[in-house]
């Protein structure tokens, strides 16, 4: 059974870097034809993409955010990672990572979601 987990500090203040551990159990994360992505959902909107790395290793991001995020993995930890820099209070969400099978925008495996709050 493949499971998702997040990790990373519930409060970042503005100007500072969001980041945020995905840790996959279950599954290799370069297991073929497999993406994992990172997604949110700030308070009363619906769900953001934010961008994935699949298998291959190549990221691919949304445009509106492309400017200041980052996604990279370690396999060695079989995890994978979300920098998000410059924050400001609009960045406050819950954030999840998921990934799923020769698709990138639905997810078969999610994690729980961990809320992240950008406040001085």
């Known amino acids: 059974q493949v499971r998702l987990q997040e990790s990373g500090p519930g409060l970042v203040k503005p100007s500072q870097t969001l980041s945020l551990t995905c840790t996959v159990s279950?599954?290799?994360?370069?297991?073929?034809?497999?993406?994992w992505a990172w997604i949110r959902q700030a308070p009363g909107k619906g769900l953001e993409w934010i961008g994935y790395?699949?298998?291959?290793?190549?990221?691919n991001s949304s445009p509106s955010l492309k400017n200041r995020t980052s996604i990279s993995w370690d396999t060695s930890e079989n995890e994978f990672t979300l920098q998000l820099t410059s924050v400001t209070p609009e960045d406050t969400a819950v954030y999840y990572c998921?990934?799923?099978?020769?698709?990138?925008?639905?997810?078969?495996?999610w994690g729980q979601g961990t809320q992240v709050t950008v406040s001085s």
């Open positions: 998921a990934g799923g099978k020769n698709s990138i925008a639905t997810f078969t495996y």
């Open positions: 279950g599954a290799a994360i370069t297991i073929v034809d497999y993406y």
């Open positions: 790395i699949p298998w291959s290793g190549i990221t």
